[in-house]
Nanobody, 129 residues
Framework: QVQLVESGGGLVQAGGSLRLSCAASGRAFSSYTMGWFRQAPGKEREFVAAVRSSATISFAYYADSVKGRFTISRDNAKNTVALQMNSLKPEDTAVYYC????????????????????WGQGTQVTVSS
């Protein structure tokens, strides 16, 4: 069982930055692939970024809409995963969710919600224009 708690959301102007953090409790954190998803009002939950359990930057995955602006990272010693968000746009406004999973069949699975077994409660990010 893994419990996830997000923090770091807030209100920021377009062009600004925010850093989200997700703290995980439970065992074997390093064995989980960690992902960030977001959901805007009236829209489906969408993939933002994921980092594989082997935890090197070359194994991070990003949605095209955030590539070059967002960076995902993890600290296995502290059981945390972070999402650094730069050059924020109003369309980044959403509730951001942290997720954890262990069973993936190929890189295309990282962007799907179904393979993730555990989810946090979410943190609101609002970007004003």
């Amino acid at each position: 069982q893994v419990q996830l708690v997000e923090s770091g959301g807030g209100l920021v102007q377009a062009g600004g930055s925010l850093r989200l953090s997700c703290a995980a409790s439970g065992r074997a954190f390093s064995s989980y692939t960690m992902g960030w998803f977001r959901q805007a009002p009236g829209k489906e939950r969408e993939f933002v970024a994921a980092v594989r359990s082997s935890a090197t930057i070359s194994f991070a995955y990003y949605a095209d809409s955030v590539k070059g602006r967002f960076t995902i990272s993890r600290d296995n010693a502290k059981n945390t995963v972070a999402l650094q968000m730069n050059s924020l746009k109003p369309e980044d406004t959403a509730v951001y969710y942290c997720a954890a999973g262990r069973t993936f069949y190929g890189s295309s699975d990282y962007s799907r919600t179904a393979p993730y077994d555990y989810w946090g409660q979410g943190t609101q990010v609002t970007v004003s224009s």
